[in-house]
């Protein structure tokens, strides 16, 4: 599967953003979906995860009860929906894509064998 992230953008804190990301190929609905993000100078960390068929989700700490995923399996489309956004959340963001079973997600960076390009979001203060 090939992954395509948008929807990043400049903002200001406090503000919303979207993000999605398009999955080509016929078995979207065969991966569970995550969303991971660098900052300059770190490592990719975890943002949230789907299982396939979008009933179990997963958020790193640092953005429950701000973000939330969903995704659209006839669309082939995950989304990422970033509220109340802060500086620390200025990074680039990738989609991934896990082929394992159903109703399950991981944070695992390395469960994740499909990934996207990425998308900058930066948040001013």
């Known amino acids: 599967v090939q992954l395509q992230a948008s929807g990043g953008g400049l903002v200001q804190a406090g503000a919303s953003l979207r993000l999605s990301c398009e999955a080509s190929g016929r078995t979207f609905s065969g991966y569970a979906m995550g969303w991971f993000r660098q900052a300059p100078g770190k490592e990719r960390a975890f943002v949230s995860g789907i299982s396939r068929g979008g009933l179990k989700t997963l958020y790193a700490e640092s953005v429950k009860g701000r973000f939330t995923i969903s995704r659209d399996n006839a669309k082939n489309m995950v989304y990422l929906q970033m509220n109340v956004l802060k500086p620390e959340d200025t990074a680039v963001y990738f989609c991934?894509?896990?082929?394992?079973?159903?109703?399950?997600?991981?944070?695992?960076?390395?469960?994740?064998?499909?990934w996207g390009q990425g998308t900058q979001v930066t948040v001013s203060s």
């Open positions: 991934a894509a896990d082929h394992t079973v159903s109703g399950v997600v991981y944070s695992t960076e390395s469960r994740y064998d499909h």
